[in-house]
């Protein structure tokens, strides 16, 4: 079982640059691919980024792709969210997730049996 604390949200211009973290506890966390998902006020949970539990696999999606960049540091048993050139559509509480021995392309699916955190808000003012 593993627990996940996501920080980093806040409040920050249109262009600018955020960077989330979401924090593990727990054994093995390098099994465990990672999603980061946002959800904005009325709309449903949405996919942005994953990574698998080596780190050699990452999947986004279309509309962040090239923009934010998803890595995690095993050792610090933590994955990052940087997020470039952000958008006022990038208002949303965004949740990271994870799953025991998938690959990140699956993580977009949000299949059953994952562990979420709490999420942290991020505000994107235009």
């Known amino acids: 079982q593993v627990q996940l604390v996501e920080s980093g949200g806040g409040l920050i211009q249109a262009g600018g640059s955020l960077r989330l973290s979401c924090a593990a506890s727990?054994?093995?966390?390098?099994?465990?691919?990672v999603g980061w998902f946002r959800q904005a006020p009325g709309k449903e949970r949405e996919f942005v980024a994953a990574?698998?539990?080596?780190?050699?696999?990452?999947y986004y999606a279309g509309s962040v792709k090239g923009r934010f960049t998803i890595s995690r540091d095993n050792a610090k048993n933590t994955v990052y969210l940087q997020m470039n050139s952000l958008k006022s559509e990038g208002t949303a509480v965004y949740y990271c997730?994870?799953?025991?021995?998938?690959?990140?392309?699956?993580?977009?699916?949000?299949?059953?049996?994952?562990?979420w955190g709490q999420g942290t808000q991020v505000i994107v003012s235009s």
């Open positions: 727990g054994r093995s966390f390098s099994i465990y691919a």
């Open positions: 997730a994870a799953w025991p021995s998938i690959s990140a392309m699956t993580v977009a699916t949000m299949p059953a049996g994952g562990y």
């Open positions: 990574i698998s539990g080596s780190g050699a696999g990452t």
